[in-house]
């Protein structure tokens, strides 16, 4: 996942493999087609059009789709079409599209003295106090979200420009039986038939400049928009993914790769099965419920089936006897020379130190993130109580979450939560967090964490369930308007004398979420000083060009299109799909339901001019050897000459681990073809303004 600018030493490779741009088009975020491709803050996208309309994909529209869904008209299972631009439906107020426009290598103004700098909070403390400036400075100009990545774990900093865009709206999503075909059940896995795309457009004031929802707002037109591909895509292409890709872990140690095994990932999965019997049970019977839990409950499915493979990945596959071979080896090679051994010599025993402070309140730090993160109105409640503190101080010596810069997203979110509000679904979120917290260890931090909402020592789960409801059916959180004001308005002392149940536990868990904060900052630190040794050393050590881990930067990958053996001794799974897939694996159920007229299509074959020559039909989904991961969902996938050819949604099973350690043999991208998006938009969804907005004729009744 190379940081764009990482291109330009690989210009040879990409002109073997058949890149018919200039390679220097791929180093430069402006440049086409980069300039195309933004973030919509946890998932990626791409123009489309010079009327600002978007291509995602499908799953990065849930939050959508659920904001303008009732029991009534449930749009995540029936999808939309707005026939006019009026009809366009606003995704909210918290939704977001981000356009990078520069980087800036910041990293000697960040680290310049931390060596000299005695304690780990102190130093902590001078590199946010370096990048709140940094990012002040950038964000003067009008009308831009500005950041500052860390790169190499730490021993590199960008200062990243990205115009923030806030009016989004839906365009076009398949019914679901498209959009998620295969549903839990073919997630991460090969044969794909999703149809995983949907269409939104940013808006803009009349003056062209970012403002806030409006109904006389105007599509954005961007600096340029991708083109689509006229030449068919074939087995052994190039081609590249543009994205956002959010979290990797392939500069870590191997002791911190042995902590997922054995601690995090099996917290992580025992957790999402939990929650997911909870919001099953609690949407059964309660239509409202259900579609209030869907972006929760599939993002917790997805992140369920990922953290098991990924386990399995680490295990079974090797991946982590591999690192830990890894940090056996650079130990040897450190001692192995004198000058090596004086200046890296003491970064194990280091970062040794650092994670066992760590491990030492690992189990209820997660119990607190849990409470506090899982459920909106626990979040709302301690982000009030926090920003009551926070306000008092200058901007500048803020928490950074709580600068003046963040306080309209943070009433924005406040504002969107009523979307997803229900007290059934919040009761149960609070109820089992605390549930789940009766199972520590740290009778401390058990007590301390369970007395925010019962009263009562040693409470069963009867207390719980009758101490939340009652907590729910008094506190004046569950309305927008009052949490604003209270996010506005209300000082610490307010906050303290409170009498709502809410305010109430929010205020004796603050202290224990600054706690957690100051043990996290003074980590971070530390590792300031000692991970980026590390890295520098596996930089030293390893021929070739490294790329920094993902980190939700800008990132260009590339690779070919191929099919891969699940096993050694397993067949080879073809690289692509086919439409009569479909037809073989309806069952007219979820999540197998296709729409009947699709069926029929397939089945009669008016396939249009999205035939594949090669494959004798429509082409579904495709494989290629790209490295992605989350946040990389709905990049556009570019062939050689930088047009679009489809969208990656997914990854394989097999190859989950390759977020800790590359695999290139067995990882593989799974993609939505552009060409069965096409047909689904003129053969199945009518959705022909759209096709002639991007430059395609409709060609099926």
Same mark, same amino acid.
């Given at each position: 996942m190379w940081v764009p600018r990482q291109l330009l030493e690989q210009s040879d490779q990409l002109k073997k493999l058949g890149l018919a741009? +200039?390679?220097?088009a791929l180093a430069d975020p402006m440049a086409y087609p980069l300039g195309a491709v933004v973030s919509l803050g946890g998932c990626s996208a791409s123009f489309v059009s010079p009327?600002?309309?978007? /291509? *995602?994909?499908?799953?990065?529209?849930?939050?959508?789709?659920?904001? @303008?869904?009732? &029991?009534?008209?449930?749009?995540?299972?029936?999808?939309?079409l707005a026939k006019t631009r009026s009809d366009e439906k606003w995704n909210g107020p918290s939704a977001r599209v981000f356009v990078t426009q520069a980087f800036t290598d910041v990293t000697?103004? /960040?680290?310049?003295? #931390?060596?000299?700098?005695?304690?780990?909070e102190a130093r902590y403390d001078a590199i946010e106090k370096r990048e709140k400036e940094l990012i002040a400075e950038c964000e003067k100009k009008p009308n831009v979200r500005c950041e500052v990545a860390e790169m190499f774990g730490g021993g590199q900093f960008l200062l990243i420009e990205r115009l923030e865009i806030r009016d989004v709206r839906l365009v076009y999503a398949p019914p679901s039986g498209v959009g998620n075909f295969g549903g839990e059940i073919d997630n991460w896995r090969w044969p794909r038939h999703a149809g995983d795309f949907s269409f939104l457009r940013a808006y803009v004031g009349k003056d062209g400049k970012p403002a806030d929802h409006a109904a006389d707002n105007v599509p954005f037109k961007p600096r340029m928009h991708l083109k689509l591909a006229t030449s068919p895509l074939s087995a052994g292409d190039l081609v590249f993914v543009a994205g956002y890709p959010g979290r990797t872990y392939r500069l870590y140690t191997a002791e911190e790769t042995k902590e997922a095994v054995e601690w995090h990932y099996p917290k992580r999965i025992a957790l999402f099965e939990q929650y997911l019997a909870m919001l099953e049970a609690l949407g059964k019977d309660d239509p409202d419920v259900k579609i209030k839990a869907t972006p929760l409950s599939r993002g917790l499915s997805n992140a369920l089936t990922y953290t098991k493979g990924a386990l399995e990945g680490l295990t079974k596959g090797g991946a982590l006897a591999e690192r830990e071979k890894r940090d056996q080896e650079l130990e040897q090679w450190i001692e192995g020379e004198t000058g090596r051994k004086q200046h890296y010599g003491k970064v194990?025993?280091? =970062?040794?130190? /650092? $994670?066992?402070?760590?491990?030492? *309140?690992? +189990?209820? +730090? $997660?119990? #607190?993130?849990?409470? /506090?993160?899982?459920?909106g109105l626990a979040d709302a409640a301690t982000t009030i109580a926090r920003m009551a503190s926070e306000r008092k101080k200058p901007d500048a010596e803020r928490d950074p979450r709580y600068q003046e810069r963040n306080w309209k997203n943070l009433e924005q979110a406040q504002e969107a939560l009523d979307k997803r509000y229900s007290a059934k679904l919040e009761a149960g979120l609070i109820s089992l967090a605390l549930e789940r917290a009766t199972k520590l260890s740290d009778a401390?931090?058990?007590?301390?964490?369970?007395?925010?909402?019962?009263?009562?020592?040693?409470?069963?789960?009867?207390?719980i369930d009758k101490a939340v409801q009652g907590a729910l059916a008094k506190t004046k959180l569950s309305d927008a308007k009052a949490r604003v004001k209270l996010l506005k308005t209300a000082t610490p002392a307010q906050i303290k004398a409170s009498r709502d149940p809410l305010l109430q536990a929010a205020a004796k868990l603050t202290p224990l979420l600054l706690d957690m904060d100051k043990r996290e900052h003074a980590r971070d630190g530390a590792l300031a000083l000692v991970r980026p040794l590390y890295v520098a050393a596996l930089k030293e050590k390893t021929p070739g060009p490294l790329a920094p881990d993902a980190n939700g930067t800008l990132r260009v990958t590339y690779g070919t299109v191929r099919g891969y053996k699940p096993t050694p001794s397993a067949k080879t799974y073809e690289p692509f799909t086919r439409v009569e897939g479909i037809v073989k694996k309806a069952t007219g159920k979820d999540p197998f339901?296709?729409?009947?007229?699709? #069926?029929?299509?397939?089945?009669?074959?008016?396939?249009? &001019?999205?035939?594949? &020559?090669? #494959?004798? @039909?429509?082409?579904? +989904?495709? =494989?290629?050897?790209?490295?992605?991961?989350?946040?990389?969902?709905? @990049?556009? *996938?570019?062939?050689?000459?930088?047009? =679009?050819?489809g969208l990656a949604f997914d990854g394989n099973y097999e190859a989950m681990a390759s977020d800790w350690l590359f695999m290139p043999d067995i990882t593989r991208s799974i993609h939505v073809d552009l060409r069965y998006v096409l047909w689904v938009m003129d053969a199945v969804g009518g959705a022909d303004a759209l096709l002639q907005e991007m430059g395609v004729k409709p060609a099926i009744p």
């Open positions: 741009i +200039d390679p220097a009327d600002g309309l978007i /291509v *995602t994909n499908h799953h990065c529209a849930t939050g959508a789709l659920q904001y @303008s869904s009732t &029991p009534k008209e449930n749009l995540l299972e029936k999808g939309y000697e103004r /960040v680290r310049k003295g #931390l060596e000299a700098i005695k304690t780990d194990f025993s280091d =970062l040794e130190r /650092v $994670f066992e402070e760590r491990r030492r *309140t690992r +189990d209820a +730090d $997660f119990a #607190l993130w849990e409470l /506090v993160r899982l459920s401390k931090m058990r007590d301390q964490i369970l007395g925010a909402f019962v009263e009562k020592k040693n409470p069963t789960q009867e207390d339901d296709a729409p009947e007229k699709l #069926l029929t299509l397939v089945k009669e074959k008016k396939f249009g &001019p999205y035939t594949d &020559p090669a #494959l004798g @039909s429509v082409p579904v +989904d495709f =494989l290629a050897d790209l490295d992605i991961t989350g946040g990389n969902s709905g @990049s556009p *996938t570019l062939n050689a000459r930088g047009e =679009l050819v």
